[in-house]
């Protein structure tokens, strides 16, 4: 595989709603680039609904709502990424001021061991599987992303049904991954049975000017509907995909997913850090919030 194509990551579930790990290769398509013209999100149904909010308030320090948000644990083999995502606070806390931020270190205090060896990195992933579930609606995350080559952070989506299906047969929608070595981009992708690997169906999106999107926040959605996923940033539109999208191939999308905050350090797609890296590196979620469409 070439530095183009990602591969999705695999964790350790601990959730009593999936019967096996939620694992994923995954991948964005080589010829993914930047985003057309902007045009505005559909507007907001007066009718809409909230289903889930996160706003992450509470003291600096503390750990996120267990009510809502769930803990992962382990490495990740089949991304080859070099972190161990680790429980409770260590890596993933409140900061008193309404954020969550996950944190990447070059430690290893917990001495944890890795597919490689002993980790050279920690970092957390964060899932709502058993927790919250939703079929269609308007999805998004406001965040600044870390920088630095190695870096990966994702917002992103698996179909409940993994652990008796598998993956990707679930089906996966990534409303955003960034990879270091592309500051001023985002991707965002649908995986499915036969188009998944480097054969997922998606497209990025490019700031202008030369920004980067560690420079400040910015809102990731996707808006989901039947047979439809339209992603955005910022209230900008930049890809809509459809079953006619997929060349005769199964749509997974008309059921409960779930929701995945996570920070990996290195792999096959971003390539793992080097001496230009700095650590430790965040990624600051401000908040996540779900509403039906009506």
């Known amino acids: 595989m070439t530095v183009h194509t990602s591969w999705r990551r695999r964790a350790a579930l601990s959730t009593v709603a999936l019967a096996c790990c939620a694992s994923a290769l995954a991948g964005l398509p080589s010829g993914a680039s930047a985003a057309p013209s902007p045009a505005k999100t559909p507007s907001k149904s007066a009718a809409a609904a909230a289903t889930f909010t996160d706003d992450f308030n509470g003291p600096a320090g503390s750990a996120v709502d267990g009510g809502k948000w769930q803990i992962e644990t382990g490495d990740n083999v089949n991304n080859h990424e070099r972190q161990y995502y680790t429980s409770g606070n260590n890596n993933a806390a409140l900061d008193g001021q309404g954020n969550l931020v996950i944190t990447a270190r070059k430690e290893n205090p917990g001495n944890y061991q890795c597919w490689y060896g002993r980790c050279e990195y920690t970092s957390a ?170």
Do not use: C
């Not at 992103?156 to 089906?171: K, R, Y």
């Open 125 to 294: 992933r964060l899932n709502t599987a058993g927790k919250f579930t939703q079929t269609y609606g308007h999805v998004e995350a406001r965040m600044k992303v870390p920088r630095g080559q190695g870096m990966w952070p994702a917002f992103w989506m698996l179909g409940a049904d993994i652990g008796s299906v598998g993956w990707p047969q679930s089906g996966e929608i990534d409303v955003m991954e960034n990879v270091g070595f592309e500051p001023s981009t985002v991707h965002g992708t649908l995986h499915g049975p036969g188009y998944s690997g480097s054969g997922g169906i998606g497209a990025g999106y490019t700031l202008p000017g030369g920004e980067a999107f560690a420079d400040k926040f910015h809102t990731f959605a996707v808006d989901w509907s039947p047979n439809k996923v339209t992603w955005s940033v910022d209230g900008n539109v930049y890809q809509t995909r459809t079953p006619a999208d997929l060349g005769g191939k199964q749509w997974v999308f008309d059921k409960p997913f779930f929701l995945i905050l996570n920070l990996a350090v290195g792999g096959y797609w971003p390539g793992d850090p080097d001496g230009s890296t700095t650590f430790p590196q965040q990624l600051v979620v401000d908040y996540v919030r779900v509403r039906t469409n009506s």
